[in-house]
């Protein structure tokens, strides 16, 4: 059986870590921000002087405030950035708390000093440039990648387990909140299974993913969206088909659509504009996302898009230059998507299906 959920929202997509990084930290800094709003405003006595402070002055110490408290949960052992990282499958061991045996730190300085000869002076002595810590410091992360490389899945198997629930719960308890009282927009958050084309193209065009262990990738994705109304529905499994070995299930809906609400008002626009600034947010396009454009009018030569087939399609294998040509496409998809004018309306449909 399988559970389908769509709507037609005005929405900009947002990479997950960094909105749960840029939530906890705006839920902290919301107290203070009150009392400096307050004391601004209200502010009385000889000693006062911040009532004479101008409005700009202090959105500047708001966002300065804001910005100490998203590099905290940024850097946080184990915070959000930490655990997507995990979940998605381009964290390294290194990124890990680990142990290192003291004869591997002792390789690293062997290694350092043989790359870099010019350190040692003609008495013997060396002399360490500057940056000689973040050198050590790769080198270490380096050696512990090679050395754990086979163990990567163990040290990331808790935080893969438990990420959709704690998202989940998180948004639930405190994300939703933050986000529609303060902006007036929801959060819209599902987990997505990687195909293999979205899977290669990562693992090709991201440096975080080229030595992923994963055969099985997932992503978390997310968007911050103008509050609207979903629509609903199942998908039962025909139980005959049982007998022959398959399970399958079909279904159609059909939904009138509000043409009042196609249009993005000045006023929904300022709600996206101020929540991308108060928590520093980018748009961020997941390769598995928006690769289709659907219209009501599409050229009249168009294939029909309702056209559907119960037959398991042939998948043939690209060769190495149409796969240069799909990624560049997918590439240049992503950027122009990134860098155009946001919010965008949108069709969101999540499915969940389950075998027996």
């Known amino acids: 059986m399988g559970d389908t959920t769509a709507a037609i929202v005005w929405g900009i ?3 997950i870590s960094n909105l749960l990084c840029s939530i906890d930290a705006f839920h902290k800094a919301i107290p203070t921000i009150q009392t400096l709003r307050l004391c601004n405003q209200s502010g009385q006595g000889e000693d006062a002087r911040i009532t004479k402070l101008p409005k700009e002055l202090i959105g500047f110490i708001e966002e300065e405030l804001l910005a100490i408290h998203r590099q905290e949960e940024e850097s946080r052992d184990g915070g959000w950035v930490q655990n997507y990282r995990c979940f998605q499958g381009s964290c390294r061991p290194s990124q890990h708390s680990i142990e290192m045996d003291p004869s591997m730190v002792d390789d690293a300085f062997e290694e350092l000093y043989e790359e870099h000869p010019e350190w040692r002076r003609m008495d013997e002595e060396i002399v360490h440039p500057k940056n000689f810590d973040e ?4 080198k270490l992360d380096e050696k512990g990648d090679d050395y754990f490389d086979d163990v990567s899945y163990e040290l990331c198997f808790d935080n893969i387990c438990a990420w959709p629930s704690d998202v989940k719960k998180h948004i639930a308890s405190k994300g939703n ?8 927009l929801d959060i819209f958050v599902k987990q997505e299974n990687l195909d293999e084309t979205a899977a ?12 992923s262990y994963r055969e099985f990738h997932q992503a978390t994705i997310c968007y911050l969206v103008i509050p609207s109304k979903a629509a609903r529905w199942k998908v039962r499994l025909d139980p005959t088909s049982l007998d022959s070995g398959e399970i399958f299930g079909e279904s159609t809906n059909s939904m009138l659509l509000d043409r009042n609400s196609l ?9 996206f504009a101020r929540a991308m600034r108060q928590l520093a947010l980018k748009p961020s396009v997941h390769t598995s996302q928006l690769r289709t454009a659907l219209s ?3 050229p009249i ?7 559907q087939t119960t037959v398991p399609r042939i998948i043939e294998k690209k060769s ?3 796969v240069k040509k799909r990624d560049a496409a997918m590439t240049n998809r992503i950027r122009d998507l990134e860098q155009s004018q946001w919010s965008k309306l949108m069709l969101l449909v999540n499915h969940v299906c389950s075998a027996y």
């Open 13 to 15: 997509p947002v990479k």
């Open 135 to 138: 050198l050590l410091q790769a």
């Open 177 to 184: 909140e933050v986000v529609r009282k303060h902006f007036g």
């Open 200 to 211: 290669d193209y990562l693992m090709s065009h991201d440096r975080a993913f080229v030595r």
């Open 263 to 271: 249009d993005p008002t000045e006023e929904r626009q300022q709600r």
């Open 296 to 298: 009501a009018a599409p």
């Open 301 to 307: 030569n168009a294939s029909s898009p309702l056209t």
């Open 320 to 322: 190495a230059e149409e």
